[in-house]
């Protein structure tokens, strides 16, 4: 074979193999890409949970912003139904008032093989958690555990305004503040009145006379 058409040959299993690589890294990039969605109230993430080490189970995660829950659940593939729901009360889990304006996103990570853990973020009050998905203490349904619960923004105290100057001797009536003066001006030194001096001649006053 002419060594012209074994190059040809082989620079086309190149390029196929190229194509191939792409298509396939296109579909895989598009199925992760559907791994979560939101819809008005709701948010929801796919990802593994590992509750039979021989089978592998897809989990799903609901976030249900109007009855304030986190729910989860898993598949079961050979009856092809869900393992009943599991549940998280978000307004104690981060400290939500009722009708307080809040606003969750939530993903889904990889930890190990056949199990992923799922981060919430709730940006009003900076706090992050993290959750998975496994069977119960006695080996049946399914339960949420918390593992991590933080901070993503730092807390600013509050600053404590200063304490409005006042008048000495009468609280709770401020002082007016003048620029380069005190606060309030001292009160005046009580000087005691002098008593005035008798008249000359007059009544209680007796003047001596002189020898004549």
């Known amino acids: 074979m002419p060594r012209a ?3 040809v040959a082989a620079l086309a299993g190149v390029g196929v193999g190229v194509l191939i690589t ?3 890294f296109q579909a895989a ?3 992760n890409a559907a791994a979560s969605d939101r819809f008005q109230d709701y948010v929801i993430c796919t990802g593994a949970v590992s509750i039979n080490p021989r089978l592998q189970t897809d989990g799903v995660w ?5 009855s304030g829950k986190l729910l989860g659940t898993v598949v079961d593939k050979a009856q092809g139904k869900i393992v009943g729901w599991a549940e998280v009360d978000l307004a104690a889990e981060y400290d939500v008032k009722p009708h307080q304006d809040v606003h969750f996103i939530m993903t889904t990570g990889y930890i190990t093989q056949g199990q992923s853990a799922l981060y919430v973020a709730e940006t009003s009050t900076g706090k992050f958690g993290v959750y998975t998905m496994g069977p119960g203490e006695s080996g049946s349904g399914i339960v949420i555990r ?3 619960m933080t901070s ?3 807390q600013v105290p509050a600053v404590q305004p200063a ?3 006042t008048i000495p001797g009468m609280p709770g009536v401020p002082a007016a503040v003048v620029p380069g003066k005190p606060a309030f001006a001292p009160p005046a030194p009580t000087v005691p009145t002098p008593n005035p001096l008798p008249a000359l ?3 209680g006053l007796v003047l001596p006379t002189s020898p004549k």
């Open 163 to 165: 304490a409005a100057a």
């Open 201 to 203: 001649n007059g009544p």
């Open 29 to 31: 990039s598009t199925v």
């Open 146 to 148: 918390r593992h991590d």
């Open 22 to 24: 792409l298509v396939n």
């Open 5 to 7: 058409t074994v190059l």
């Open 62 to 66: 609901l976030l249900d912003y109007r």
């Open 152 to 154: 993503f923004r730092t």
